[in-house]
């Protein structure tokens, strides 16, 4: 074998092993070897590599480290071939018997076969073969999220080939040689279930029946702890069966007998809670969403989602409906703790569903690998059952979404401190704190007369606490372990303490004093440190900030807070990156309020807004020309807050720090700060556009609209117009856009400010023209052209673009060409990569109306790599999609359908609506060239319903096209009546598309398939081009 991934990581040189010193290639060819002769795709490696924050460089950077991880195979006498490069990634390429988890799997499945033909010996021989190629923990040493995933599913088919061996073994009469490994596996796995019931057996059948039933009890302890599980049906039955020393349960020595029966599912739910109290009004609302008799239920699954905050009892609530309507759901309950906020790494998809479907009895050999194929056992699986899962403690809509029934007989019961607002057709219930008679009850449930005696106290303990339920549990469970305590006694004690218990006593069930005691061992400068994080937003922060908070140097800000994370009052989730605690920034907040006096706290706020704007300022330079960014530099004399080296530093920095820099804009607003924030929204507001933030840029220039008005500064107010205008252009809100845009016109001209004008004239061109209004487009840009002569060549728009897109949409390609060259060629005189990408995406999509392919494609996919390198996601998204109508022309179409729905992905979440009419149309009509007509039908119908929202008629009307060449091959009438529409549409436009209809309606009234042109509307992916992207 050559490689080796089932332990360490090893390359086999001749008879030698060895590995890879470098980090990353290790990590890249160890993501490959997890998945043999299969395209892996560059977002999973960049994924394995740099985890959620990959550089906006990443696929050059895989690129390059693919090409070290060749070099370095290639002098260890690997040839380069091995490692073979796809349009949608790369792929290991290896023979069966090179890799050791493809041998391990053939053996595995060459022993389940002998054993199902009843050649046991056989069996055990090739399971004990495939056991033996483990040298220890797969891919051990490798520290990426991405391998260990994928590490983990190896371990499971690892422990399930152990399991199955021993069950052979036991076959055999082996229960004594076993015992011994039983012992240590049962140690290492206590929560397995099988490998529990295998060391049963085997003491059993040793004549150790009260060893037996100890190793049971054992098994009990360690599932209600770890797992808040029940042992299951079969280890239930074993376990009665060694009790009535049932003599069956000895086996033969010898008996051979034929695969073993598939297990039902698990009735696994948690023990309700005892002492389960109030509620009442949110068990009523759930269970009227409940059908009494589940198969006369509606026709999709009742899902419904209970969120809150930490402590408010979502699980308990969750499992106390589960048992209450268990009875309607016989087929199977279950439960999985997904662990989206605990102190691990929230389950993955694929993980929580082998935990599911093995509670539904599904054998591991039954169990795919790969996640999809996962989901449709999962869905079949439960599609006629009346089934019950409560899926708890999610992180996310989407670690839930791949786990959600599919049955109509279903009903899942999800928890998590989020909401989940990415889940269509679902219930959501929004749990607050108890009200404070139900407050009360809970607490007399739980520490009875005590509180009862002293009604008045105990009143006062429920407010201290918030009214929180886990609050008030530890309230009560101190009275109850602390007989000579009244509950008057702990009113005072939480009276007296700095921030009440439910503040600092949800999270890990802590009490005020660990808090406090962490914090009065600090020195003053950690003390004084600590407090003022409180007054910076509760997102994680780096040391520069720190510094600025606290007028000190970074160096000393940094020896602070690795003291603070040394005392755990702060977290260092990554390198060089530092957070509180949601309970501990509110602690920090509040000792502030106390401790510092209101003129430090105003000092030190407008440090903090003084940083940010500087920073912000320092990293979007590296973005757009500084002619733009007049006043937005620091103070002579003060130097660079963050010291740049290059643009993929800058937007590293703005990528972790976009939330902090958003709530100061609200800061600033709050505290009336109005000159700050038309700063901070100015600065912001390219990187903003550029990587789809298009909430966070309205809301930002909705408030710096409102300060520029309060300063009444009307260049300020000019320039929020047209920036806010930015946004709504994103989400199709053409009336608000030229309303905007119209009012930043008129307060330049009075300013007399030329630049501005052209401008703003060049953004109205780009409305009017997704509008189809082509005319008052070029009007438009002419007079922003006339304008050029007097303000020079730097205009913020790019007017020869803006032209050329108007000719090419009309048809008028070779006019279109000539705008857009010279648009490039200003680019490049100008050095602007930025402009060069969006110039080259132009001429790309010109090429492709004329059926220049070939050039097509090599433009569209240089401008995809300089538009992924500035980081303009939407603008990627774009010219992906005309880069797979390119590829549908030549034939490509699997390479077509993969990078458009990739397009369709980024331009969604980027969130412009318009941009997605586009994909979506583009999308449409490649899967109807490849035949698959249903899916295009319901695409183009989509995007039919998208261009209503935004008032986009020629996507509308190429929607309509596109629908009756979908329609055409099965229903010629409804095929009509759509390019009826869409001739109307594209002659009210002028658009040469027109004569296209007109020839597919000619051919279907004479009954000829209609003829689909090439080099025009078969390709064209819209008219999104030559604006801003």
């Not at 407010?463 to 886990?470: A, E, I, Q, V, W």
């Not at 390019?979 to 004569?995: D, S």
């Amino acid at each position: 074998m050559r490689f080796g991934i089932l332990g360490p990581l090893r390359i086999r040189v001749g008879e030698t092993d060895t590995t890879l010193a470098a980090g990353r290639e290790r990590t890249v060819l160890a993501v490959l070897l997890l998945y043999p002769n299969e395209v892996v795709p560059v977002e999973r490696l960049a994924d394995a590599v740099w985890g959620s924050a990959p550089p906006s460089t990443m696929r050059a950077q895989v690129h390059s480290c693919v090409s070290r991880l060749r070099r370095a195979l290639r002098e260890k006498g690997i040839e380069d071939k091995v490692i073979a490069t796809d349009p949608a990634g790369y792929v290991v390429r290896v023979d069966a018997d090179d890799l050791d988890s493809l041998v391990f799997a053939r053996r595995v499945a060459e022993g389940r076969e002998a054993a199902a033909a009843g050649r046991l010996e056989e069996a055990r021989a090739q399971l004990r073969a495939a056991l033996a190629l483990w040298r220890g923990p797969a891919l051990a040493g490798i520290g990426s999220r991405q391998v260990e995933i994928g590490a983990s599913g190896l371990e499971e088919q690892h422990s399930t080939a152990v399991e199955d061996c021993v069950d052979l073994e036991l076959r055999l009469g082996l229960a004594q040689e076993l015992l011994g490994e039983l012992t240590d596996l049962v140690e290492r796995f206590p929560v397995r279930e099988r490998l529990r019931g295998q060391l049963m057996i085997a003491l059993y059948r040793a004549g150790r029946q009260a060893d037996a039933l100890a190793v049971y009890r054992q098994g009990r302890e360690a599932l209600a702890e770890e797992l808040g599980l029940e042992p299951g049906p079969h280890l239930e039955e074993l376990h009665r069966r060694i009790l009535n020393r049932d003599p069956d349960l000895l086996g033969a020595p010898r008996e051979q007998p034929g695969p073993a029966a598939r297990p039902a599912p698990r009735h696994g739910l948690p023990r309700d809670v005892v002492d389960f109290t109030g509620r009442d009004e949110w068990i009523a609302r759930l269970l009227s969403l409940v059908p009494a008799d589940p198969s006369d239920g509606p026709a999709t699954p009742v899902i419904q989602v209970i969120d809150g905050m930490a402590g408010t009892g979502k699980t308990s609530l969750a499992v106390h409906v589960a048992h209450l309507v268990a009875e309607r759901y016989p087929d199977a309950q279950l439960y999985i703790d997904l662990h989206g906020h605990s102190d691990r790494a929230p389950t993955a998809p694929v993980a929580a569903l082998d935990v599911l479907l093995r509670q539904l009895g599904i054998p591991a050999e039954g169990i795919p690998e790969r996640l999809d194929e996962r989901m449709t056992v999962w869905r079949t699986e439960l599609a006629s059952r009346r089934a019950l899962v409560v899926l708890d403690n999610a992180a996310d809509s989407a670690q839930v979404l791949p786990l959600l029934p599919g049955g109509a007989r279903a009903l899942a019961l999800v928890t998590s401190r989020r909401r989940l607002s990415g889940l269509d057709g679902v219930h959501h219930f929004s749990l607050d704190v108890l009200d404070p008679v139900e407050a009360m009850r809970l607490l007399v449930r739980v520490a009875g007369d005590r509180v009862e005696a002293n009604p008045a106290a105990a009143a006062q303990v429920a407010r201290l606490c918030g009214y929180l339920p886990l609050a008030l549990r530890l309230a009560a469970a101190r009275l109850v372990h602390r007989r000579s305590w009244t509950a008057a006694d702990l009113a005072d004690r939480l009276r007296r303490t700095r921030i009440p218990l439910a503040e600092l006593a949800v999270e890990g069930r802590t009490v005020s004093a660990a808090f406090a005691l962490s914090y009065q061992h600090l020195d003053e400068t950690g003390r004084r440190v600590f407090r003022l994080l409180g007054l910076h937003p509760p997102n994680s922060f780096d040391a520069r900030a720190v510094a600025a908070l606290a007028h000190i140097d970074p160096d000393a800000a940094q020896d602070v807070l690795e003291d603070l994370v040394d005392a755990h009052l702060v977290e260092a989730p990554t390198a060089h990156r530092y957070r509180l605690h949601d309970l501990l920034h509110e602690y920090a907040r509040e000792l502030s309020a106390a401790d510092d006096l209101a003129a430090e706290r105003h000092d030190v706020t407008t440090r903090m807004l003084d940083h940010y704007l500087y920073a912000t300022a320092e990293a979007t330079a590296f973005l757009e020309s500084a002619h733009l960014r007049e006043g937005l530099d620091p103070p002579d004399g003060t130097r660079r807050v963050l010291e740049l080296a290059d643009q993929a530093e800058a937007l590293a920095w703005l990528e972790h720090e976009l939330a902090n820099v958003v709530t100061c804009i609200r800061v600033a607003a709050e505290l009336g700060r109005s000159r700050v924030v038309c700063k901070l929204a100015r600065a912001l507001w390219v990187y903003l556009w550029r990587h789809g933030y298009t909430a966070e840029l309205i809301e930002t220039y909705e408030l710096a609209l409102a300060a520029a008005r309060q300063l009444d500064d009307e260049a300020a107010i000019a320039s929020a117009h047209n920036y806010v205008a930015s946004g709504y252009f994103r989400q199709g809100r053409w009336a608000d856009v030229v309303t905007h845009l119209q009012q930043a016109l008129e307060a330049r001209r009075r300013l007399d400010d030329k630049l501005g004008q052209a401008s703003t004239l060049g953004n109205l061109a780009s409305v009017y023209r997704r509008l189809g209004r082509y005319a008052e487009a070029v009007e438009h840009i002419q007079q922003q052209l006339a304008l050029a002569g007097e303000v020079g060549p730097d205009l913020p728009s790019r007017p020869l673009a803006n032209l050329g897109s108007v000719y090419m949409v009309l048809g008028r390609y070779e006019e279109a060409l000539e705008q857009h060259r010279q648009d490039l060629a200003a680019s490049r005189r100008t050095g602007s990569r930025y402009g060069e990408g969006l110039a080259l995406g132009d001429l790309g999509v010109v090429h492709l109306r004329l059926g220049h392919l070939t050039v097509a494609v090599a433009l569209l996919k240089r401008a995809v790599q300089l538009k992924s390198e500035q980081g303009n996601r939407y603008g990627s998204a774009e010219t992906l999609s005309d880069l797979g109508s390119a590829y549908r022309g030549l034939g490509r179409q699997a390479e077509a359908i993969a990078v458009q729905r990739q397009a369709l992905a980024e331009m969604r979440a980027v969130g412009d609506l318009a941009g997605e009419c586009q994909v979506l149309n583009d999308l449409a009509t490649t899967l109807t060239a490849a035949g698959a007509t249903a899916e295009a039908r319901e695409l183009h119908g989509l995007a039919l319903a998208r261009t209503e929202d935004v008032v986009d008629r020629y996507e509308r009307a190429r929607a309509h096209d596109g629908l009756g060449a979908a329609w055409e091959g099965t229903d010629p009438v409804r095929a009509r009546e759509h390019w009826e529409i869409a001739l109307a549409l594209f002659t009210e436009l002028g658009v040469p598309e027109r004569a296209d209809v007109e020839r597919r309606l000619a051919d279907l009234g004479a009954g000829r398939r209609a003829a689909r042109p090439l080099m025009i509307t078969e390709f064209f992916p819209g008219q999104g081009t030559g604006k801003t992207s």
